[in-house]
């Protein structure tokens, strides 16, 4: 079965660290794009980091120098490591793929995703 399972989420205290998980199941996400997505209650999904080929990293403005996006091959899975994290940060985050390499701003759009998994909150709060 093709999918994308997020794990990681949780509670924590503002200025505090979680590390998300995206497990892929059924394909290799080596020839794939990989980006991070959250929505918080009442907003738009937003875009907050990319990876195509190559492992080039792209971030949203609002998460540059806190949070950090990488992939291990060898266990088919990207990691969003988010540091000092914010109240603002709270948002149900979501992983997505596209065999397409996205330039640009273009990275930032959902529609340019194929597959998404099924989410996990993460809340900052005190």
């Known amino acids: 079965q093709v999918q994308l399972v997020e794990s990681g989420g949780g509670s924590v205290q503002p200025g505090g660290s979680l590390r998300l998980s995206c497990a892929a199941s059924?394909?290799?996400?080596?020839?794939?794009?990989i980006a991070w997505f959250r929505q918080a209650p009442g907003k738009e999904r937003e875009g907050v980091s990319y990876?195509?080929?190559?492992?080039?990293?792209y971030y949203a403005d609002s998460v540059k120098g806190r949070f950090t996006i990488s992939r291990d091959n060898a266990k088919n899975t990207v990691y969003l490591q988010m540091n000092s994290l914010k109240p603002e940060d709270t948002a149900v985050y979501y992983c997505?793929?596209?065999?397409?390499?996205?330039?640009?701003?273009?990275?930032?759009?959902?529609?340019?995703?194929?597959?998404w998994g099924q989410g996990t909150q993460v809340t900052v709060s005190s």
């Open positions: 997505a793929t596209t065999r397409r390499l996205l330039f640009g701003s273009d990275w930032r759009n959902d529609a340019n995703y194929s597959l």
């Open positions: 990876m195509r080929g190559g492992n080039i990293p």
């Open positions: 059924g394909f290799t996400l080596d020839y794939y794009s």
